[in-house]
């Protein structure tokens, strides 16, 4: 005989460090479906991230080419994308959108002529289509944090 719903729920809930595991609806508990597994990042995890990401202070890094910013940061953030993003990559997105914001910063204060947000976007798109393994976040969202 199954448990109730309220035990199947204790039941399946994982633990596991770094992940949020959802619960399920109730509605697909009375229906007989179980749980499902579905992991993502959680907000401790992605507050550690991006705590970690403001300290390199991307936008400071003016001495830095493009590329050497890709060496420093891509073994990192392919960790995180590799660890945490196992089960549900969407989940790390608006995260991956920050890390483009700050390039985005970094290029209107390295580039004076693209000073304005717009020429800046629009230089960050290129870079993005024109090298698209650049960085190892570019695989998963190539867009702008907050660019709508």
């Not at 809930?13 to 770094?18: F, K, S, T």
């Not at 507050?47 to 050497?68: C, D, L, N, P, Y």
């Not at 976007?121 to 702008?144: D, N, S, V």
Request: proline share 7%; aromatic share 14%.
């Amino acid at each position: 005989m199954l448990p109730d719903s309220a035990d199947v729920t204790s039941v399946y809930v994982v633990h596991v460090p770094g992940f949020h595991v959802p619960r399920p609806l109730g509605a697909q508990q009375a229906r007989g479906h179980l749980p499902c597994f579905l992991p993502a990042v959680s907000r401790d995890a992605q507050k550690k991230m991006g705590a970690e990401v403001r300290s390199w202070r991307i936008h400071r890094r003016t001495g830095h080419t493009f590329a050497q910013l890709a060496r420093f940061m891509n073994p990192i953030v392919r960790g995180w994308i590799q660890y945490y993003g196992a089960f549900y990559p969407s989940a790390l997105r608006p995260f991956l959108q920050r890390i483009n914001a700050y390039l985005l910063r970094w290029i209107r204060r390295n580039y004076k002529r693209l000073a304005g947000y717009r020429k800046a976007r629009t230089c960050l798109q290129g870079i993005t289509q024109r090298y698209p393994g650049m960085f190892a976040h570019w695989r998963l969202c190539r867009t702008i944090w907050g660019a709508g």
